[in-house]
């Protein structure tokens, strides 16, 4: 049945239905303000070892070049927020003092429970590359369908597009100072993807900024990773350490207790713990994987609503007990299972161990 609706609302209309959070489209040209800024980034080495961040700069400025014949992006945002909270550590600002209850969403739950590593949301379910993926091939089999002149390339975190800034054009929301894209009246905790396509769509318009003069994320940054507006330092970010830095824990921890761990580091050239530009175990905390401080102290994400995807319904791990946890790596056939599909994978086996050991021997800050 041909509909009556134009494109853009037909599009809309059937993201909608299959859960998508937001839809809406950008033309697809080369992104020049952003250049500059992207090779700042770059020169200040802010993506520490994430070496593909320096690979295929022209593509990941230019989706024309990445998809040739591409006129519009359609940039989609998917739900991750759940409904259950792991308990949070008690969040301070870089002054120490403690953030007033009004400055915790409704996500940070009991400061005070037991240590235990905690585990970005993001991460809970299963791997949402593929979750999305799969979504956006029913979507694009439903344009095509409807208009055969279609065609389009499917992304989720997985080429060089700059995500974020594809969201912005195409009206999905703003870059909050924690660098992160907001939408009013919902928060951050959402993927985003995109369809590179060769159908002309009408483009949205883009959303003001939202932050006014809140500074919560930056304020909140357990290692001061936010070093301006906008600007995130991957090298002091928890997320980068946990998930991306494979040199890091610096020594094996799994038999290392945190004041051993101190000491190991300072002793290694240019791996002063003490050094203000390098975080120490004691800044990624009760962190084993990834970090939501940033997005958890955002009075946006006071928005949030739980996710209906089933496949990103927690894995038993999220919930263990400190206790669970120490029997778990006393027998590392029962963590393995936990992580099938997971995007935990990412960090690699060994890796997650160490996290896991740091994160259970942290205090939580108070
Ligand atoms: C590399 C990367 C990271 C790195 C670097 C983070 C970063 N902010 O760039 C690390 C590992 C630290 C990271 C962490 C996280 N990430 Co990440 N990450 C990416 C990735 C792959 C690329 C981002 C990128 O291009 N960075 C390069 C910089 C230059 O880009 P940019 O920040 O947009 O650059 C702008 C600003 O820095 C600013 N700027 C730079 N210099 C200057 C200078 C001045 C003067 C000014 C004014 C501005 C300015 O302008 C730049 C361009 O306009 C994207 C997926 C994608 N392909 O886009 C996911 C992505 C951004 N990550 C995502 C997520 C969920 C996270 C985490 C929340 C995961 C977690 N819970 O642990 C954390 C959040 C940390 C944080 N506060 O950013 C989501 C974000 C969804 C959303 N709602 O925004 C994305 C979009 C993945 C996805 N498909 O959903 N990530
Ligand atoms: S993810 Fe954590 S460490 Fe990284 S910028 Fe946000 S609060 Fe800071
Ligand atoms: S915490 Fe405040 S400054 Fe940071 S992103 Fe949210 S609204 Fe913007």
């Given at each position: 049945m041909v509909s009556s609706l134009n494109a853009e609302t037909q599009i809309k209309t059937w993201a909608q239905e299959m859960g998508f959070l937001a839809c809406g489209f950008a033309k697809a040209e080369k992104l020049q303000e952003e250049e500059i800024n992207l090779n700042q980034w770059l020169s200040k080495e802010f993506h520490g070892n994430m070496q593909?961040?320096?690979?295929?700069?022209?593509?990941?400025l230019d989706p024309t070049m990445l998809v040739p014949g591409a006129k519009s992006v359609?940039?989609?945002?998917?739900?991750?927020?759940?409904?259950?909270?792991?308990?949070?550590p008690k969040l301070s600002t870089q002054n120490g003092n403690n953030l007033s209850n009004n400055q915790y969403p409704s996500t940070a739950s009991d400061p005070t429970s037991e240590t235990k590593p905690l585990i970005a949301k993001y991460a809970w379910g299963d791997d949402y590359h593929r979750v999305i993926k799969d979504k956006l091939f029913v979507l694009m089999d439903r344009i095509k369908n409807q208009y055969p002149e279609f065609e389009g390339r499917a992304f989720v975190d997985s080429a060089p597009v700059m995500e974020r800034q594809w969201a912005v054009r195409a009206g999905l929301g703003w870059i909050g100072k924690n660098s992160l894209l907001l939408r009013k009246g919902v928060g951050s905790f959402f993927f985003l993807a995109e369809i590179i396509s060769n159908l002309e769509l009408q483009p949205d318009t883009a959303q003001t900024d939202h932050c006014g003069e809140c500074t919560a994320c930056i304020d909140a940054c357990p290692t001061q990773a936010i070093v301006q507006a906008q600007v995130i330092d991957s090298r002091r970010?928890?997320?980068y350490l946990t998930i991306e830095d494979k040199t890091w824990p610096k020594v094996d921890t799994a038999t290392t207790t945190p004041s051993e761990y101190q000491t190991a580091n300072s002793e290694k050239p240019g791996m002063n713990t003490q050094s203000s530009s390098t975080p120490t175990q004691h800044d990624t905390g009760q962190w084993a994987y990834g970090c939501?401080?940033?997005?958890?102290?955002?009075?946006?994400?006071?928005?949030?609503?739980p996710h209906q995807e089933p496949m990103f319904e927690p894995r038993e791990?999220?919930?263990?007990?400190?206790?669970?946890?120490?029997?778990?790596?006393?027998e590392p056939a029962r963590i393995k299972p936990q992580l099938k599909n997971s995007p935990?994978?990412?960090a690699?086996?060994?890796?997650?161990?160490?996290?896991?050991?740091?994160?259970?021997n942290s205090e939580p800050k108070t």
């Open positions: 593909y961040m320096e690979n295929h700069k022209a593509m990941r359609i940039s989609l945002a998917y739900n991750y927020f759940p409904e259950i909270a792991q308990p949070q970010c928890i997320s939501d401080v940033c997005q958890d102290v955002c009075p946006w994400n006071r928005f949030a609503t791990l999220v919930g263990w007990s400190h206790r669970e946890w120490k029997e778990a790596l006393r935990m994978q990412r690699g086996h060994p890796k997650l161990v160490a996290q896991i050991n740091l994160a259970l």
